[in-house]
């Protein structure tokens, strides 16, 4: 299984999905691919946000040595499935994919609802984590049994 979750820069909450994804794979035993991306090159090749990097640690996941990355049309065709954040991310990803297949790996995160950029709220970052668990915990059920 190989996943890719997206946000707008790749610093606050895909690098939090990936961890929290990959966590929950290792834990259940699964070697699974997840990878994280952003929708603009604002960042690329930094780390998370310190604030990212410090509520991921305080449940148990490490994302520090994670590096900020654009999203590219390869992916596509690396991934099984591609996550994002909100339908800006949404709407710029499905302007890369080359075909109806790849436009179906794409999916919101959370159907129902956005996951909130916290970059400039530090008071979202808890609850944007909790978000971020709750759903992967939740995709993690479905997806591994296509595993």
Known sequence: MKILMVCLG??????IAEGVMQKLAFDNGFNWEVDSAGTGSYHIGSHPDHRSIKVAK????DISQQKARAIKKEDFEIFNHIYVMDRQNYDDVISLAANADQMNKVKLLIPERIVSDPYYDDALFLPVFEMITTQ?????????NEN
Request: proline share 5%.
């Open 58 to 61: 305080q449940f148990g996941i």
């Open 136 to 144: 992967c915990e939740k995709l993690f059920a479905q997806l591994k």
């Open 10 to 15: 790749n610093i606050c909450r895909s690098p």
